[in-house]
């Protein structure tokens, strides 16, 4: 099924950002952008705050290193060996584990963060979609609901895109 709105084809990425910003002013919050290339000013325009990856990979890395000390920790007190003099509990030969795990426990998590935050799968398959975006062209599509289609579609246009094209479910 296809999600119902208006979509606009702008030939420069100037009108495009400038019709975002305009568009997010006149209060129009749905708003999907294809570019070519991935550009800042369309991020800045579109005011996309930074990935929380970065803490899914800390919390991963932390959870991981507190673990692999836990683990370590655990088993050797479950069957105490001394050797050599040495104490059960020995910090310097734990870190190697608990650092190992941290690395798996931080990539795995990282992982998991890239779908939780890309969304990984979609359910929604269907992308109001124009193959000029993989040329040289910008789209901004704004979906709403089908009475505000009309509304949507003058709001393309007053902002100046090239083409205007209405998509209903």
């Not at 979609?122 to 040289?136: A, C, G, L, Q, W």
Request: hydrophobic content about 50%.
């Amino acid at each position: 099924m296809k999600p119902t709105g208006a979509l606009g084809i702008f030939s420069h990425l100037d009108t495009a950002v400038r019709a975002v910003q305009q568009l997010r002013r006149q209060g129009f919050h749905h708003l999907v952008v294809h570019a070519p290339v991935p550009r800042h000013e369309l991020l800045e325009a579109l005011e996309h705050t930074s990935s929380s990856v970065g803490i899914w990979t800390l919390c991963g890395s932390v959870i991981g290193f507190v673990g692999g000390f836990a683990v370590a920790v655990w088993t050797s007190l479950d069957w105490p060996m001394m050797t050599g003099g040495k104490p059960i509990i020995s910090v310097p030969a734990f870190i190697v584990i608990a650092f190992e795990l941290a690395i798996l426990f931080g990539g795995l998590a990282t992982l998991l963060g890239f779908f939780v935050n890309a969304r990984l799968p979609r359910s929604m398959k269907n992308v109001v979609y124009d193959p000029r975006f993989s040329e040289d062209h910008f789209g901004i599509f704004i979906g709403c609901r089908a009475e505000d289609v009309d509304a949507a579609h003058a709001a393309l246009q007053a902002v100046g895109a090239k083409e205007v094209r209405v998509e209903n479910s």
